[in-house]
């Protein structure tokens, strides 16, 4: 099956600083999810990507769906608190609406 | 408009025991996931309902067992319990018609600890 990996598996950032986070696959993905975890809690779904070189922003997070797809990205600008948390990409399979999700990277914020 | 709920939020069980999990869906969702999340890892795949059959599953061994209601809810049922067994279970429900079938909702999760 489709198989993603995510780097870095923890990020320590500034706040207000910048970060990037990277999901990769060896297989050409059909679509890319990205969910929000934050500690404690449960998975947030956040967007879709299905186009290849598709981007795609929401406030201080830009989505990026690469030419090839087979690899994805999370840029997130000027870090806050609130962005504590794991983000998670994951592979939405039609046939059996099921997600394969990567290993996350958990993103800690230092005031 | 009331989102996905599960009980119990946290069980503790020991080595051998069964479980019973629960989840109602977010409202007007008719289909129901089942996620196994062990500490650090991301969501694993156990299985899916619709139409109260079971229609896709992961790779779990039989132990894992389900079912879904006719309102649509579902239980997730653990036999015979494993140390490493011990995770969050989540629910996640969606739509099998309308514009984004491939949307789910995660509930908050049961945390299941198996000593």
């Known amino acids: 099956g489709q198989q993603v990996m995510q780097i870095p598996q923890y990020q320590h950032v500034q706040e207000g600083e910048d970060f990037t986070?990277?999901?990769n696959s060896s297989t050409t993905l059909s679509n890319i999810q990205w969910y929000k975890q934050r500690p404690g809690g449960h998975p947030v779904f956040l967007i879709q990507l299905v186009k290849s070189g598709e981007v795609k922003k929401q406030k201080r997070l830009t989505f990026q769906f690469g030419e090839a797809k087979k690899n994805s990205s999370l840029h997130i600008t000027a870090t806050q608190t609130t962005d504590v948390g794991t983000y998670f990409c994951a592979v939405f399979k039609a046939a059996g609406n099921k997600l394969t999700f990567g290993g996350g990277t958990r993103v800690l914020v230092k005031p | 408009d009331a989102g996905v709920t599960q009980s119990p939020t946290h069980l503790i069980k020991t080595r051998?025991?069964?479980?019973?999990?629960?989840?109602?869906?977010?409202?007007?969702?008719?289909?129901?996931?089942?996620?196994?999340?062990?500490?650090?890892?991301?969501?694993?795949?156990?299985?899916?309902?619709?139409?109260?059959?079971?229609r896709q599953r992961g790779n779990f061994p039989d132990r894992f067992s389900g079912h879904q209601f006719p309102n649509y809810s579902s239980e997730l049922n653990v036999n015979a319990l494993l140390l490493g067994d011990s995770a969050l279970y989540l629910?996640?429900?969606?739509?099998?018609?309308?514009?984004?079938?491939?949307?789910?909702?995660?509930?908050?999760?049961?945390?299941?600890t198996v000593l």
Request: overall charge negative; aromatic content about 14%.
């Open chain 1, 21 to 23: 986070t990277y999901c």
């Open chain 2, 16 to 54: 051998g025991q069964q479980v019973t999990l629960r989840c109602s869906p977010k409202s007007g969702h008719d289909t129901v996931s089942w996620y196994q999340q062990a500490l650090g890892q991301g969501p694993q795949f156990i299985f899916q309902y619709y139409e109260e059959e079971e």
């Open chain 2, 91 to 112: 629910c996640a429900s969606s739509n099998s018609s309308g514009a984004s079938t491939d949307t789910q909702y995660f509930g908050p999760g049961t945390r299941l």
